[in-house]
C-alpha cells in the first residue's frame, strides 16, 4: 500500500478540528466510525500532503468531505487542493452540510456505491 505523506504541523489543527466538527460531520462519523461501511476503516480530519481530509479511508484511497456554506467562496482554492489529492490517487466524494444533515440514508448510499466501484474485494463485516 502507497504511504502518502503529509505535513506533520497540520497534525495538532486536525486535533482541533476533530474536537470542534460540524454537526454534519458528527452525524457522519456516526455512520462511518467503527468500520460500518463494508468493514472499512475512515479516518477523521486526516492530514494528507498539505491538507486535512474531512475523512478518509486509506485501504481505498477514498476521501470525503462535507462543505458547509464557506465552500461556495472557496470554488477555486477547493478545486486546485482536490487536484493535488487526486494526484495521490486519492478519489473525493463532496456532500453539503445539508445533504448530510437532512438525508444521511442516501449519502450512506452514494459511499456504499462508492466503495464496490473502487474495485476492491469486500471485506467482511463485524456481523460476518
Known sequence: MDIIPYNHKLKEHSRELRKNSTLAEVLLWN????KQIRGYQFLRQKPIGN???DF????????IEVDGQIHRLKIEADTFRQGQLESFGITFLRFSNNQVEKDIDNVIGKINKATTSLGLRPLPSKGD
Open 31 to 34: 455512520r462511518l466510525k467503527g
Open 56 to 63: 478518509y479511508c486509506k485501504e481505498l484511497k477514498l476521501a
Open 51 to 53: 491538507y486535512i481530509l
